[in-house]
Structures are given as structure tokens and as C-alpha cells.
């Protein structure tokens, strides 16, 4: 078998594949001398010489605010020394803000934007142990608040650092409501957070607050809502901002009740403007409490009667020196608890004499009323008084005295004669203890004082039998049938008189038609009808009395009397008795009996029969 012969390769692509073989071969060299540097080492020009010169770190690439820095932000591996700048040491000494360590710089969280190729400075950074994002960029003694953008327009075009006020305008009903204050009167400024607030019809909301960043959606930035990228120019815009603890509450309530909120941006020319003007314009001043909402007389101050209804805190003025008060009250200590004399009005400023004494009631109490702590403006300090009666009634705001209180031996209630007296009788039973289980010998009254004529001996009974003298009787009578006996009291003494109409004529008619009336004129004219009085008791004394009878205390000698001329239904008067010490009794006597004088004579003469009726003694003839 014949074998196939191979073509041979022409000479052109020969001759190419040669070429290949050399400019790969060249490649590869030229890789290797560049990667261990002995290209650049032997093409590189001869470097200016470093003697004298201090390298300064610069920025590699734009930083932004917020991030921290990391070691390739201030050195490029490629570039090597070539990252920092070379300068005199002179030039250097000269700006000694420049960081010229890089270890000072690397780590730190950057305080604003940075474009590349710049120098460090520690205005760049904050402090040292911030962190990143938006809460390392608030300051200290400052808290984030984040808002959308939409609510107060303007807000978003400030940049990081930027330094602005927020006020808002107050509903039209709360305008109307402002009344003139005494701490504004006084001459002070009212003060809240800190800052004067202004007395027309804005609020001022937040002072010197700080304006940290903008986003929108997963975008951030420092340098206000024109300098978000264009894929992020739509969707809900934030804004975080530092303002003073103090102004949280006061701005959420504005935004929740959807007030109108402004900004007005301070000038960014003078960094002293940054600071707050008002702790220059309340420079010198002292500083007052003051109340906040207005207090009913006779009240106790609390913490709400002196807070802010917004923030909670308190309600101050600051006043010149000039108009100062000595008597005013500084501290909230002196306050809190205090009771105040009269009616005071939002932004008062108190003195001692706008309060009641320790002593003086806060509240109305009522005659014979036990007085407890809470009837005091001060029971630690007037604890004398506590368990005390008053003696009559007394309005809030009076003072006490000792006068003003009944004494510890009185009675509280009204106490029934000959009813045994108990602890709860008394004002104070261990003060007047030798009192408790003894009768009452009348009716006390609620408030008297007792005294030991006011009591049966000590061995009396209680009720009826206690109340009846030893040397008497007791006998029931019915109100009704003796006049003025229902107006008379347990304990009274009385004396009972009897009045009754005698007609001796008619009782001289019964003798017959043949009577014959001899004697004087004067004797003959006591025979007419006339009313007879007779005394039928002394010194009786009321036992006890209902509603429809009385028990009366009688001598046994005077109970036939009253007796008999009840059951002849004669007018029973009884006639009360003086009660006041040292009184002279005046003594009743009865009426003389005429009839008894009387002498009666039958005659029968020749059978015929005359009566004789001598109005005296009998005369013989």
C-alpha cells in the first residue's frame, strides 16, 4: 500500500508562528520584571531628595460624612510614600491644626464631607469613640429627631452642621386664651427649655437645633435634598435634626396636632452664632417658680400646679436683679405642699404671705366637729389641735385658737337628763375620765361644759328613779291637761297651781227657796262667784318628758291635791322656776277659803222652815 505523504508548512506561517512565540515570550518577561519592580526601578527617574521634609496624610478619594475612615482612605498601596504629601517641616509647623500621624486618623468617623487630596484637621472628625450613621453625627447633650420633610418646608435644603429655630403658630383658640400673667407684669420673661418664649401668638418650638442628614429610601446625604442622586429624587424624604432634650415633647405635640411649623435658618458667617442668644439674655437674671395653671383658695400645691401642660417642666420666669423681690420664693421645695390664702392666676410668683399658717383649716368644719390631720394645713406642725371640737363652725382659711376649740370636759351631743354619760359623750375622755359613768342631772346641751352640779351624786341610778330626789315621788301627769308643762325640760323646777270657779249661789239654791243671807255687806259680796287658786305643789321637778307625758318629782304631801283637782278637771298652770344661781324664790300661796267662813242656821217657826246663811260669825240676839 502506497503511504500518504503530509503536505509541508509554507513558509509565511512559519514565519508567523515564530513571531508568536517571541512576543509571548516578551510578554511574560516584561510581566515579571514589572511585578518585582526591577522595570520600574530601572525606568523610573532618580526622585527628588526627602531630606528635611515631613509627610503630611491627604485624603485618597471623597469621604463622606458619618463613615469612618479606613487606611485606604489616606494610603494607596500603589502610590506607596507618594499618598501623603512632602513639605518643609517649616510649612508644617506653620498650620499645626494638620494631622500629620496616620494612625490619628485612621478609625475616626468623619464629622462632614470630604473631597480628595485634602488635608486632615480635627474639625474633620468627631469626637473620638463616635459611632456611625446618624446617631454618631448628634451631639453631645443633643438628641436625633427624625421628621418627614414635608412638615416643615424648607428644613431639608440645610446641610449637615447648618443651625436653625422652629416655631409654630398657635390655634386661633389659644391666642384668645392668653391672659396677662403677674410674673409677665412683674417684669420677668417667661422661660421654657431654657429660652424666652415669645408672647405674641408663635411658639417657639426649638432653638440652635442642628441639622444632621436627609434620606431617601436606602439614600443619605449631609448636603441637603439637592445633592441626593437622581435615582433617588422620589419617595418619602426624613430629615434628622439635634435639638435639646427638652424640645422633644413640645415638637411631637406640634406635629401631631398638624400646626403650622416654620424654619428660620441662622447665618453660617460667625461660628459664635452658633451658640444660643438666650443664656446671653438671660445672663444676670434669677431664675423663679411660677405657677402654671391657676389655684383655687384653701388648695395644696402639687408638681402639676407649677409644670409646664406641654413639656412637663417648670414653669419659670427670670427678672432682673432691679425688679427682684425680697420676699419672693425661689426654690420649688418651699412650695410643693403649701396652702394657698387666695385665688392665685397662672404665672404667680409666690411669697410667704400668699399661704395660711400651720394652723388654719383647709377646708369647712362644723360645729362640734372632731378636727382630723387632713382639716389642717400643717398637722405636724399643729398636732395640738388634732382630736380636737370646735366650738362653733368655721370656714376654710380661719386660724385657731384655743378659744375657737370646746374644752376637754364638754359634751359633743346633747345628753338626757338622768342618762348615764359615756366616753364618746366627751371631747376628750382621758382628759375628763372622772366624768364617765355618772347621771346627768338635766339635759346638756351639745357643747356644755361639765360641772359637777351638773351631775347626780355619784351612786345615782340612771332614768327616772335616778332622777327622782330621795324625799319625793314620782307621779305621771298628761301634757294636756297641765298648761306649759310640755315647754318645760328635764331637770326644771316648777310649782303647780290650780284655779276653779266657785258659785257659793248655786250651792245656796240647794238649801231651798226660804234663805235668808244675814251678815255684813262686805261678808255677803265674798259669797258671789269668783275663781279660787290654789298652790297644789312646790319645787317640782321634770323627770322626764315625752310627747304626750310628763313625769314629775312631787312631795307625797302634794299628791292628793294634784290628784283631785285633775279628776275635777280644775286648769293646772305650771310655773317655771328660775334656773339662774343665787335667784330668790318668791313663794305662791293659795286663795283664802270663803266658804269656810260660812255659817248656816235652819229655823222652824210655827211650822214653817228659814235657812240662815251668816257670812261671818253667828251674833246672838
Known amino acids: 500500500m502506497q503511504r500518504r505523504s503530509t503536505p509541508s508548512k509554507s513558509p509565511a506561517i512559519r514565519l508567523l508562528m515564530a513571531v508568536g512565540i517571541v512576543a509571548s515570550g516578551g510578554l511574560l518577561t516584561y510581566g515579571g520584571l514589572d511585578y518585582f519592580g526591577l522595570l520600574n526601578a530601572s525606568q523610573t527617574a532618580p526622585r527628588n531628595s526627602r531630606a528635611g521634609m515631613v509627610k503630611v496624610p491627604r485624603s485618597q478619594r471623597a469621604l463622606t460624612a458619618l463613615a469612618k475612615v479606613t487606611r485606604e482612605d489616606v494610603h494607596n498601596l500603589q502610590l506607596g510614600d507618594e499618598s501623603y504629601f512632602w513639605m518643609s517641616a517649616e510649612r508644617v509647623a506653620a498650620h499645626p491644626e494638620w494631622i500629620t500621624n496616620p494612625a490619628d486618623i485612621v478609625g475616626r468617623v468623619m464629622a462632614r464631607n470630604k473631597s480628595e487630596q485634602l488635608v486632615f484637621t480635627e474639625k474633620d472628625f468627631l469626637p473620638e469613640g463616635s459611632r456611625t450613621g446618624l446617631s454618631g453625627g448628634v451631639p453631645e447633650g443633643k438628641q436625633g429627631f427624625f421628621l418627614d420633610a414635608s412638615k416643615i418646608p424648607g428644613l431639608d435644603l440645610l446641610k449637615m452642621g447648618d443651625r436653625f429655630d422652629l416655631l409654630a403658630s398657635l390655634p386661633d383658640e389659644a391666642q384668645k386664651q392668653q391672659q396677662g400673667e403677674y410674673g409677665l407684669l412683674a417684669g420677668g420673661i417667661k422661660v421654657r427649655g431654657g429660652k424666652p418664649i415669645p408672647l405674641s401668638g408663635v411658639r417657639l418650638l426649638v432653638q440652635n437645633a442642628e441639622m444632621i442628614a436627609v434620606t431617601r429610601g436606602r439614600q443619605m446625604t449631609t448636603q441637603g435634598v439637592t445633592e441626593l442622586p437622581e435615582t433617588a429624587r422620589s419617595g418619602s424624604t426624613q430629615i434628622t435634626i439635634a435639638i435639646d432634650p427638652g424640645e422633644v415633647v413640645p415638637l411631637t405635640q406640634a406635629l401631631a396636632a398638624d400646626r403650622a411649623i416654620h424654619c428660620v435658618a441662622r447665618s453660617g458667617q460667625n461660628d459664635a452664632d452658633a451658640t444660643s442668644n438666650s443664656s446671653i439674655q438671660l445672663s444676670g437674671m434669677i431664675a423663679f417658680p411660677a405657677t402654671s395653671r391657676p389655684i383655687k383658695a384653701f388648695s395644696r400645691i402639687t408638681a402639676d400646679d407649677l409644670a409646664d401642660s406641654d413639656t412637663g417642666e417648670l414653669r419659670t420666669y427670670y427678672f432682673p436683679k432691679e425688679n427682684v423681690r425680697d420676699e419672693w420664693i425661689m426654690t420649688v421645695n418651699d412650695l410643693i405642699g403649701r396652702v394657698v390664702a387666695r385665688d392665685v392666676s397662672a404665672g404667680f410668683i409666690f411669697s410667704k404671705d400668699d399661704f395660711l399658717p400651720e394652723s388654719a383649716v383647709i377646708r369647712d368644719v362644723k360645729a362640734f366637729a372632731r378636727i382630723v390631720a387632713d382639716d389642717l394645713v400643717d398637722a405636724r406642725q399643729a ?158 321637778l321634770v323627770v322626764d318628758i315625752g310627747e304626750k307625758t310628763a313625769t314629775i318629782a312631787v312631795l307625797p304631801s302634794d299628791v292628793p291635791g294634784i290628784t283631785k283637782a285633775i279628776t275635777l278637771k280644775a286648769s293646772i298652770f305650771a310655773l317655771l322656776r328660775s334656773g339662774q344661781p343665787g335667784s330668790e324664790s318668791h313663794a305662791l300661796e293659795s286663795d283664802p277659803d270663803t266658804a269656810g267662813n260660812v255659817t248656816i242656821v235652819e229655823e222652824i217657826v210655827g211650822g214653817k222652815r228659814t235657812v240662815r246663811v251668816f257670812a261671818g260669825s253667828k251674833k246672838s240676839k
Do not use: C, W
Open 383 to 540: 398636732k395640738e389641735y388634732v382630736g380636737r371640737v370646735a366650738a362653733r363652725d368655721f370656714n376654710a382659711g380661719f386660724i385657731f385658737s384655743e378659744n375657737d376649740l370646746l374644752p376637754k370636759s364638754a359634751v359633743i351631743r346633747d345628753v338626757k337628763a338622768f342618762s348615764r354619760i359615756v366616753a364618746d359623750d366627751l371631747v376628750d375622755a382621758r382628759q375628763a375620765k372622772e366624768y364617765i359613768g355618772r347621771v346627768a342631772a338635766r339635759d346638756l346641751a351639745q357643747g356644755a361644759p361639765l360641772k359637777d352640779t351638773d351631775l347626780l351624786p355619784p351612786d345615782a341610778a340612771a332614768g327616772i328613779a335616778g332622777g327622782t330626789p330621795t324625799d319625793r315621788v314620782a307621779i305621771s301627769i298628761d301634757l294636756e291637761t297641765v298648761h306649759g308643762v310640755g315647754d318645760l325640760n328635764r331637770g326644771d323646777q316648777f310649782d303647780l297651781l290650780a284655779s276653779r270657779l266657785v258659785k257659793p249661789g248655786e250651792e245656796l239654791a240647794k238649801l231651798g227657796t226660804d234663805v235668808k243671807v244675814s251678815g255684813s255687806p262686805i261678808a255677803s259680796s265674798k259669797l258671789m262667784d269668783q275663781a279660787r287658786n290654789t298652790v297644789l305643789a312646790r319645787e317640782a
